[in-house]
């Protein structure tokens, strides 16, 4: 389905992030809708002064106090002489404009050349070639990349043209380098620069890791066992980048056992808390702890149901002991993050079998905890 050019446009004047991404705009989007017009012949010279302002806005950079003026009184002319569409997508440009300039965004860690090219098609075009999308506060920009919409592209005939990106999306772990076809010396070039991107970008863009590293080879990316640790992938197809960054990730996830007892237990736990027998339902939780203690969120379970069955004590308590186990467990990579095809090798760590066998281990220090679920599991108040 063709989307309406006039409402698109509106669109990219309205969700342009900065006044960077403002000016880019006025290249990438009014100018090809501007040529595209048969204008009348009244409007012909204020189109012409019109491409003329903007030229220099692109070229600079920056837009002058004059720049403004200009444009204010081009969207004047043109809405009088027949070119209503320009002159509102003009009106909301620098109405957009006034709003950034005052109240500027907060960094989103992504970064773009506004690049000029000829195209084998004959047209010339303004486009956006994005260096390093960061997905923290640009869900924008996240939907390009899945829908590989992000690549610059000929205004004429819709050509793609595929440059380096940096893509990071540190929620999904996903540090890629998308390279296709760069040598060796520029792929070295390009990984430095990742890297350094990771070492000085602000935390809250990069989820806290304090590491970076490359790992060559790997059919990654995952997450999870590497929580402080950005590890940057190469992706040298169009097909594995799609694939990746749109897989389906499972937050998380460990291995357990399956067994009759503890599925019937976490059935009628379940049951009881529909019931509101809380009591009941966190004495058969304790049970399900107990036939498997790497479960922080059924340690979690059991400190609801007591908090609500009037205990709030011993509910905190455990409440509070699922957060730090949660932790230890994704620390030991016993809980990670992965992708829900596991075609990613997934962590087994021998410690799981240990718990599995014998509990928690003594150095964590929960003996307390245990002990407190087993007086649960007994019926103890
Ligand atoms: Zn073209």
């Not at 509106?10 to 204008?39: C, Q």
């Not at 070039?189 to 806290?208: C, E, F, K, T």
Request: hydrophobic share 40%.
């Amino acid at each position: 389905m063709k989307r309406d050019p006039t409402k698109q446009l509106f669109e990219a004047v309205t969700n342009a992030y900065d006044v960077y991404e403002l000016i880019a705009v006025l290249g990438t989007d009014l100018l090809p809708f501007v040529e595209r017009l048969s204008p009348p012949v009244a409007a012909q010279s204020v189109l012409a002064d019109l491409v003329g302002v903007i030229e220099s806005i692109l070229e600079e950079v920056e837009v002058s106090p004059s720049d403004l003026e200009a444009l204010r009184s081009v969207a004047v002319l043109l809405a009088e002489r027949g070119i209503p569409d320009v002159a509102t997508a003009l009106h909301l440009w620098l109405r957009r404009h006034e709003l950034l300039s005052t109240n500027p965004q907060r960094d989103c860690g992504s970064e773009f050349d506004l690049v000029r090219f000829d195209c084998a098609c004959g047209t010339r075009s303004w486009a956006t070639a994005w260096k390093v999308v960061n997905a923290t506060y640009r869900p924008d920009l996240q939907e390009r990349v899945q829908g590989g919409t992000i690549f610059p592209s000929c205004s004429g005939c819709g050509t793609q043209y595929y440059a380096p990106l940096f893509y990071c999306d540190p929620d999904r772990g996903e540090y890629l380098l998308f390279a296709p076809g760069v040598d060796e010396e520029e792929f070295k070039s390009l990984l430095d620069a990742a890297m350094g991107y990771i070492q000085h970008v602000p935390a809250d863009l990069r989820r806290n890791v304090s590491n970076s590293g490359y790992y060559q080879g790997f059919p990654g990316p995952w997450l999870g066992p590497i929580d402080d640790f950005a590890a940057i992938f190469r992706v040298d197809s169009l097909e594995l980048l799609h694939e990746i960054v749109t897989e389906d990730l499972i937050y998380d996830a460990q291995a357990s056992q399956v067994n009759l007892e503890a599925y019937g237990l976490g059935v009628h736990a379940r049951e009881a808390v529909e019931r509101g027998a809380m009591g009941e339902a966190a004495r058969l939780f304790a049970r399900l702890f107990l036939t498997d203690q790497s479960q922080f969120n059924v340690l979690h379970e059991i400190g609801s149901c007591l908090r609500a069955a009037g205990d709030a004590a011993s509910g905190d308590f455990l409440t509070d002991a699922a957060m730090r186990l949660r932790e230890k467990l994704r620390a030991e990579k016993v809980v990670y993050d992965g992708r829900a095809s596991n075609r990613y090798p997934s962590p087994s760590p021998a410690v799981i079998v240990e718990i599995w066998g014998r509990g928690l281990p003594a150095e964590w220090g929960y003996e307390a905890v245990v002990a407190r679920v087993r007086e649960v599991a007994d019926g103890s108040p």
